[in-house]
């Protein structure tokens, strides 16, 4: 199995950036597509973007496509979640997640993946 460590949360101003990282172990990284999803207080853990093994193919929700970025280095095992523009509906607790998959596509869905890390929190401010 694979654990997943998500770090780069923090405090920001609406219209600010944030970089958010997924540090894997474990197992082949390359092997994993990757997700991030949300989850604000009251609310559904929702998806937010998808990269697939290679990096090659990429997923995003309509809320964030055009602000959010994610891309992966597998040399180091990391998966990065860019966000810029950011809004105050942006604020909850991000969390990746990873599905082995090698040669495959992108996931969209919740279920659909099987290693979850403990989340990171984003608070914009106005």
């Known amino acids: 199995q694979v654990q997943l460590v998500e770090s780069g949360g923090g405090l920001v101003q609406a219209g600010g950036s944030l970089r958010l990282s997924c540090a894997a172990s474990?197992?082949?990284?390359?092997?994993?597509?990757v997700g991030w999803f949300r989850q604000a207080p009251g609310k559904e853990r929702e998806f937010v973007a998808t990269?697939?093994?290679?990096?090659?193919?990429?997923g995003y929700a309509d809320s964030v496509k055009g602000r959010f970025t994610i891309s992966r280095d597998n040399a180091k095992n990391l998966v990065y979640l860019q966000m810029n523009s950011l809004k105050l509906e942006d604020t909850a607790v991000y969390y990746c997640?990873?599905?082995?998959?090698?040669?495959?596509?992108?996931?969209?869905?919740?279920?659909?993946?099987?290693?979850w890390g403990q989340g990171t929190q984003v608070t914009v401010s106005s």
């Open positions: 990269i697939n093994w290679s990096g090659s193919d990429t």
């Open positions: 997640a990873a599905k082995p998959a090698p040669y495959r596509g992108t996931y969209y869905r919740r279920n659909e993946y099987d290693y």
């Open positions: 474990g197992r082949t990284f390359s092997n994993y597509a």
